[in-house]
């Protein structure tokens, strides 16, 4: 990875797994815990791709492992992420771009689930039953409920942060503006509002609002 990939992901992933423990965890809402460090490794992942995303999930999650109050046996969390990450990469558009915001909706929810499944699977595969005791379709629905409502407040912004660092022409102040921009278009299809054409729309009544008071103008001139 380039070091302007390196530095951006850690600062990242460390904010995230700082405001996931000191913040989130401590709403105590029912169920799971909404998952800051798989929305962050989601985000990246769809701009560095898959062999990206494997890295910085592998990373993100040794990280969450290791740091307290992890209660769980390092590497866990670590692979779950890595696997994620890679098939998060797997459909990073080709163009950068995204008319709606179905696509990436789908995949927090794609994610958020089978993190869940792959986190319980490899618990049980080390004797860790937890998630049998909190009841894991109680989970699977609270973690992509969670997941979904914090998404569009943070994969956008992470990916407009990762293709700036990466000097992506498509992160130019020119095409931000676009609605067919891949942050502007999650904002826009998972909100229902329509920037580009809210913008068009202002400057079309400005428009029509000026050649009104030049035509009131010529009148009282030739009268």
Known sequence: ??????????????????????????????????????LTVLGLALVYGHVGGALVGFGAGLLADLAPPADHAAGRYALVLCVIGYLAGLVKPETGRLKSATGPMVVVVVAALGSTLLYAGVGALVGDTAARHVGL????????LYD??????????????????????????????????????????????KIGSQRSGLRVKAARARMARAGRIKGVKRL
Not at 137 to 144: I, R
Request: net charge positive; proline share 5%.
């Open 137 to 144: 379709g109680s989970l699977l629905f609270t973690a992509a």
């Open 1 to 38: 990875m380039r070091v302007n990939r390196i530095l951006l992901s850690s600062a990242l992933v460390v904010v995230a797994l700082v405001v996931q423990v000191s913040v989130l965890a401590r709403l105590h809402l029912p169920g799971a815990v909404p998952d800051l460090m798989l």
């Open 148 to 193: 979904l409502l914090l998404a569009p407040f943070v994969v956008p912004g992470v990916m407009a942060l990762a293709r700036r660092a990466e000097n992506d022409p498509l992160a130019e102040t020119g095409s931000a503006g676009k609605a067919t921009d891949i942050s502007s278009g999650w904002l826009s299809g998972g909100t229902g509002l």
